[in-house]
């Protein structure tokens, strides 16, 4: 099994950035792909940003390319998701992710392990 814990969310003015970081345990997650999905109120939870196994192949959401950045650390077992030039419609609650393959893959229903999720608030 294994455990993921979210951290780094807040309140954050538009324009401002944040770093999110997701911390594995229970098993390594070096191979596997690991991904942030979010969920604004009252709409379905949606992919973000996923890294492969490797850590060489990316994936964005056309909302967040430019402005976020995923990265992981093998030795740690972690993955960050840092998040720049943050607008309203950014927030929502972000959850890290993981799935027993080594693709970087966008659908919520190939991914596995998921944490708790950590909030996201942008003011205009």
């Known amino acids: 099994q294994v455990q993921l814990v979210a951290s780094g969310g807040g309140l954050v003015q538009a324009g401002g950035s944040l770093r999110l970081s997701c911390a594995a345990s229970?098993?390594?997650?070096?191979?596997?792909?690991m991904a942030w999905f979010r969920q604004a109120p009252g709409k379905e939870r949606e992919f973000v940003a996923a890294i492969s196994g490797s850590g060489t192949f990316r994936n964005y959401a056309d909302s967040v390319k430019g402005r976020f950045t995923i990265s992981r650390d093998h030795a740690l077992n972690t993955v960050d998701l840092q998040m720049n030039s943050l607008k309203p419609e950014d927030t929502a609650v972000y959850y890290c992710?993981?799935?027993?393959?080594?693709?970087?893959?966008?659908?919520?229903?190939?991914?596995?392990?998921w944490g708790q999720g950590t909030q996201v608030t942008v003011s205009s």
């Open positions: 992710a993981a799935r027993q393959g080594s693709g970087a893959r966008l659908r919520r229903d190939e991914y596995d392990y």
């Open positions: 229970g098993r390594t997650v070096s191979p596997y792909a």
